[in-house]
């Protein structure tokens, strides 16, 4: 059986890793000149920049995912295991990040976040001793959030809207449909604490202030599995992939885009490429953005008239803005820049809600910047550490599109730092999907 897969992202090589173990004849199509997607690596003047990103979360469904071999049926993960990262290893090497985070705020104090609770109790009678006890209750109830929402709800099949109504009661008494702020500012008194403990989603793209109450658990998936940084960067991550997925005999093909999924009936039976290429297959995965599958690559025949309304609906607007800096050795000695990832949040609520969910520009956003713990040969490459900032920007409506609307492309340069008198580097612009009916663009 031969399989297509679009999109060599993380998600495209995993699915392609997953199907090429089952037997089938997998080719990933990738327009790009290289794998990653939003893990895609950019080299600019001997400076190498991860361009997405940088940390990862829950390591043994990559272990699970190296470990897989000719023969395995699995589609899926199987539960996280806790048997180390024997097979990852082969492929590439992960380090755990102590602290997971430094967040700093603009008076100058900062929190240390660590899987410690101990430690994590010490850092918040530092700032806010009075928020000690809010913490405990907190806990609590991230961790009733996690035991369900993760390790139940993760690995249980919805297969249809019963399956959804018959877990609709335990997360209502888990309170996990209401806003995440507003559940923290149920525990926390101080601004502080309040952001440190729900700032999680602005990295990817969610905003705190709607999220659903759920996205608390992330604190113990992090807690529980630890934060972790790939030696060599993300990028060594893909190439792991790739390898990974070479080996059992799948291959890539760049520069290669699909403008076409082709179809007979209700079967996708191949694709057809920008230059007019058609290549048959028995099966054809996209691991592109839904936006683009759905509303560029299936005919509008094969459309559905509610897909379609729905997308009509789906404003892009982009969830982070990304610039991308870098330093000749012992040019990075400013505050932020000597941790793995340093955030700096807005000191108050009113000012997440305005860069979050208003028109403002991603500037009164909070700021994340990440460089690698040292030294991490070959990356970077003149013993430099390129921090990369970026400011979540949640796709509720601070957009910034560079006039218009939002491309469905996965990046969009729009003014370089040259321009600024600062070089290498780009502003870097990325879309994603939002359902935010009312989501404009706004100027930088
Ligand atoms: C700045 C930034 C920081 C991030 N930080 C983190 C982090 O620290 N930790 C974390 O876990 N996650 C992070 N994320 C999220 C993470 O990067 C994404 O969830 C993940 O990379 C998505 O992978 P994917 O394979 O699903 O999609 P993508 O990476 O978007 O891959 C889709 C691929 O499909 C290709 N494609 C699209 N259309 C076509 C077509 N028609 N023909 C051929 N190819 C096509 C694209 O070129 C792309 O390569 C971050 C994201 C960003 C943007």
Not at 249 to 261: D, F, S
Not at 403 to 429: E, F, K, V, Y
Request: aromatic fraction near 10%.
């Amino acid at each position: 059986m031969r399989a297509i897969v679009i999109g060599s992202g993380v998600g495209g090589l995993s699915a392609a890793i997953r199907l090429a173990a089952m037997g089938l004849q997998v080719l990933v199509l990738e327009k790009l000149p290289g794998p990653g997607g939003r893990a895609f690596v950019h080299r600019a003047q001997g400076f190498t920049f991860d361009m997405g990103p940088t940390v990862i979360t829950v390591p043994p469904f990559l272990e699970d995912l190296f470990a897989t071999g000719p023969g395995d049926p699995r589609l899926y993960p199987d539960f996280p295991k806790e048997e180390g990262l024997k097979h990852t290893e082969r492929y590439v090497k992960l380090v755990p990040l102590d602290p997971f985070y430094r967040l700093h705020f603009p008076d100058g104090t900062y929190f240390d976040y660590k899987d410690d609770p101990e430690h994590l109790k010490g850092e918040i009678a530092r700032i806010a001793p009075e928020d000690l006890e809010g913490y405990r209750q907190f806990e609590a109830h991230a961790k009733a959030l996690f035991q369900k929402g993760f390790l139940e709800l993760g690995f249980t099949h919805f297969g249809s809207l019963l399956d959804l109504l018959k877990v609709a009661p335990d997360l209502l008494r888990l309170d996990a449909v209401r806003p995440l702020f507003s559940l923290v500012s149920r525990y926390f008194k101080s601004p502080k604490t309040r952001q440190i403990f729900s700032f999680e989603p602005l990295l990817i793209g969610g905003n705190p202030l709607k999220v659903p109450a759920l996205y608390a658990m992330i604190h113990f998936v992090e807690r529980h599995w630890g934060v972790h940084f790939a030696m060599g960067g993300t990028g060594a991550l893909v190439r792991g992939l790739v390898r990974k997925l070479e080996e059992l005999g799948g291959k890539i093909r760049y520069g290669a885009p699909v403008r076409r999924i082709l179809t007979k009936g209700r079967r996708a039976v191949g694709v057809v490429l920008q230059d007019g290429e058609k290549i048959e297959a028995d099966l054809v995965v996209s691991n592109a953005d839904y936006v683009h599958t759905y509303g560029e690559l299936l005919a509008p025949e094969d459309r559905t008239w509610n897909g379609d309304w729905r997308l009509k609906r789906t404003r892009l607007s982009m969830s982070l803005f990304v610039a991308y800096f870098a330093s000749r050795p012992g040019g990075t000695k400013g505050r932020g820049f000597g941790t793995t990832t340093s955030s700096s949040l807005p000191a108050t609520r009113s000012s997440c809600g305005t860069s979050s969910g208003g028109r403002s520009s991603p500037r009164t956003s909070p700021t994340t910047s990440t460089s690698p713990p040292s030294p991490t040969p070959p990356w970077p490459p003149r013993g430099t550490t390129p921090p990369t900032p970026w400011s979540p920007c949640p796709t509720t409506g601070a957009a910034w599109t560079g006039g218009g609307s939002a491309p469905s492309t996965w990046r969009r340069p729009s003014a370089t730092w040259t321009r600024r008198g600062t070089s290498p580097g780009s502003w870097t612009a990325w879309s994603t999907p939002t359902s935010s009916p009312r989501t404009t663009s706004s100027g930088p």
